[in-house]
């Protein structure tokens, strides 16, 4: 299993930036895919966007996709979120995960290890 702390998250205005980073510890982390879900008040979790073991291949949720950008750092056992262009809507408590394998997936069941979430407000 792997550790995974996020952090970044904080209020925003509409328009604005945040980067969101998530540490990862207890296992070889350049071996497996990473990505970052979000969970808004009332709703279920939903994906973001997932980089597979290199950083060389991405996917973005339709909602997001132009505005965020997910990357990693092998040396350094880290994955990010910027977040540009902030809506009202993208509101939510957002996770760091790490898949069991090293393609980039979508679905939660092919993530094993979570974060604990780092809360978003985008306020109008």
């Known amino acids: 299993q792997v550790q995974l702390v996020e952090s970044g998250g904080g209020l925003v205005q509409a328009g604005g930036s945040l980067r969101l980073s998530c540490a990862a510890s207890g296992r070889t982390f350049s071996n497996y895919a990473m990505g970052w879900f979000r969970q808004a008040p009332g709703n279920e979790r939903e994906f973001v966007a997932t980089i597979n073991w290199s950083g060389l291949t991405t996917y973005y949720a339709d909602s997001v996709k132009g505005r965020f950008t997910i990357s990693r750092d092998n040396a350094k056992n880290t994955v990010a979120l910027l977040m540009s262009s902030l809506k009202p809507e993208d509101t939510a408590t957002y996770y760091c995960?790490?898949?069991?394998?090293?393609?980039?997936?979508?679905?939660?069941?092919?993530?094993?290890?979570w974060g604990q979430g780092t809360q978003v407000i985008v306020s109008s």
């Open positions: 995960a790490g898949a069991r394998t090293g393609r980039s997936v979508t679905s939660e069941a092919d993530y094993a290890s």
